[in-house]
């Protein structure tokens, strides 16, 4: 099966830097790839997603980029505020199959 | 983006109890999952909750266990079954409109701590 690896764990970044979170899957199917948010005692929120037949998305100040032959995939969030502090998740699937998601990343923006 | 609701939000039990949660969307949709998240891990899927038929479990969870209902294509039950204390954890519903749509929206959670 699927197998996501999400890279860092944790990261810290001042308040108005740049952030980046790194994704790789096994399966070259897959052909989705969310992103979700989720601060403490939350939900889950989606808050990008990619499919295989683009390399980047952008929405406002977040950005997920990738690279289907390295199958590996980022989220890119620029001019960072606390209120971005919260866990993100990667995740990865074929079309109407489960979900696979990585580890995740516990993000602090410090003000 | 669906609206979907969960009950109880949390609960407390005693270990060999049963708990039922709930899972409400406010609109028809094709796929159901119910999720475990332990404390400060990812998400891992219990289990696919078919209409109309039984649910598919992943690697690692059975019937016995997790037994999951799927009435209609707005409501799903999950309950954890004999509980011990190795189950606390927040269980979580997601829904997706299609089959063919992606996109997976998180319900709540439900909160549980076994003593």
């Known amino acids: 099966g699927e197998n996501v690896e999400q890279h860092p764990s944790t990261l810290s970044v001042q308040e108005g830097d740049s952030a980046v979170i790194k994704c790789t899957y096994s399966d070259s199917a897959s052909n989705y790839f969310p992103w979700y948010k989720q601060e403490l005692g939350k939900r889950p929120q989606l808050i990008i997603d990619?499919?295989?037949?683009?390399g980047e998305k952008k929405d406002q100040r977040i950005a997920v980029t990738l690279n289907k032959t390295a199958k590996h995939f980022s989220l890119h969030i620029t001019e960072t505020q606390p209120e971005d502090s919260a866990v993100y998740f990667c995740?990865?699937?074929?079309?109407?199959?489960?979900?696979?998601f990585g580890t995740g990343t516990s993000l602090t923006v410090i003000p | 983006s669906a609206v979907i609701s969960q009950k109880p939000s949390r609960d407390i039990c005693q270990r060999g109890t049963s708990l039922t949660i709930q899972c409400q969307v406010d609109s028809q949709v094709t796929m159901m999952f119910w999720y475990r998240q332990q404390p400060g891990q990812s998400l891992t899927l219990i289990a696919t909750a078919n209409q109309g038929s039984e649910a598919t479990y992943e690697s690692g969870f059975v019937i016995d266990k997790f037994p999951i209902s799927r009435p209609n294509l707005t409501f799903s039950t999950l309950t954890v079954s004999n509980m011990s204390p190795e189950d606390s954890s927040i269980y979580l519903c997601s829904v997706s409109k299609t089959s063919s749509t992606d996109t997976q929206y998180f319900g709540p959670g439900t909160r549980l701590t076994v003593l």
């Open positions: 990619i499919r295989s037949n683009v």
């Open positions: 995740a990865a699937s074929i079309t109407g199959n489960q979900f696979y």
